[in-house]
């Protein structure tokens, strides 16, 4: 199954006439994940011809004004349109305290349920994926997400015809790991099965490099990671607590990434982008720029 995620927004802290605030927006089943709400991300959405009330959970990395500042008018317009789930906000430590200070700073024309939880490691179990924060280190707390979709177990259908297994639900026990007995005879699950690997996609913001980067991207698909500097700034990242594209790259390498897409990305830039993108493909090859509205399939 193919996961959707659509780049709603690229920019560092100031945007630019091509880049908005930050925004990730990941869809599967039926979850649509928002990473980061930065300013004017609603508006993003309409860009993108998106749906924002089909957001089921936002997951904020951390809380400074280029990651936040859209919430207020995305609450604002989930209200307005009845929005009638429960929305949950995950965070770091602070999310409790400036969820409802987010919510005191205007009248809404309507209530809507808001849960707001302060995270740390694997917090959300569900029956398909799972999804891990990692603290990571900013001028504030500040975290790493990596959603995991779980391995499943597949039939072989060719082995399938050949034992001439009508359709059944011992085909149904099969699939769960249960050996079955057909004709007499003992038919093991793990004859007739393979596993298929789940995917891995991991969102790095904001940071400076520390072992947990490494950790948060171990063996993704897809590593979405800032790059907010390249090396010949790298005094300025250090000293910001951000990353350089070679920083990236090298977490990319070393955790073993197949695809890495770099955001992020400071004004500073904007007439040679490419000098981050060339940065990064000398270590880590399979890297792209990621652009507003991007769309992809992992």
């Not at 770091?92 to 302060?118: C, H, W």
């Not at 596993?195 to 171990?218: H, Q, R, S």
Request: with cysteine; charged share 30%.
């Amino acid at each position: 199954m193919k996961i959707p995620i659509v780049f709603l927004g690229t920019s560092q802290a100031i945007p630019t006439a091509r880049r908005n605030h930050t925004a990730v927006l990941l869809s599967y089943k039926e979850e649509t994940l928002l990473i980061d709400c930065g300013e004017g991300t609603q508006r993003q959405f309409r860009k993108a011809k998106l749906n924002p009330c089909k957001i089921s959970r936002i997951l904020i990395t951390h809380w400074h004004g280029d990651h936040i500042l859209g919430l207020p008018g995305l609450l604002q317009t989930l209200a307005l349109n009845s929005y009638n789930k429960t929305l949950n906000i995950y965070g770091p430590r602070g999310t409790k305290r400036f969820v409802p200070l987010i919510q005191s700073m205007f009248v809404f024309q309507d209530k809507i349920k808001i849960n707001a939880e302060e995270i740390n490691g694997r917090f959300l179990e569900a029956k398909d994926f799972y999804i891990e924060a990692f603290p990571l280190q900013h001028g504030a707390p500040c975290n790493a997400y990596s959603f995991v979709e779980k391995d499943k177990i597949r039939l072989d259908k060719k082995k399938l015809e050949k034992l001439k297994l009508p359709s059944s639900p011992l085909i149904g026990e099969l699939q769960k790991g249960k050996d079955i007995k057909f004709n007499k005879k003992t038919i093991k699950s793990k004859d007739v099965t393979y596993k298929e690997k789940g995917k891995k996609i991991t969102i790095i913001l904001d940071t400076e490099l520390t072992d947990n980067c490494y950790k948060a991207a171990e063996n993704a698909d897809l590593l979405i990671a800032e790059a907010t500097y390249s090396e010949q700034d790298k005094e300025l990242a250090k000293e910001n607590k951000h990353l350089t594209a070679s920083q990236a790259a090298e977490i990319a390498k070393k955790a073993k990434v197949k695809k890495l897409i770099l955001t992020h990305i400071s004004q500073r830039y904007q007439s040679n982008e490419k000098i981050l993108l060339e940065e990064a493909r000398k270590i880590f090859k399979n890297t792209e720029l990621s652009e507003d509205l991007m769309k992809i399939e992992i």
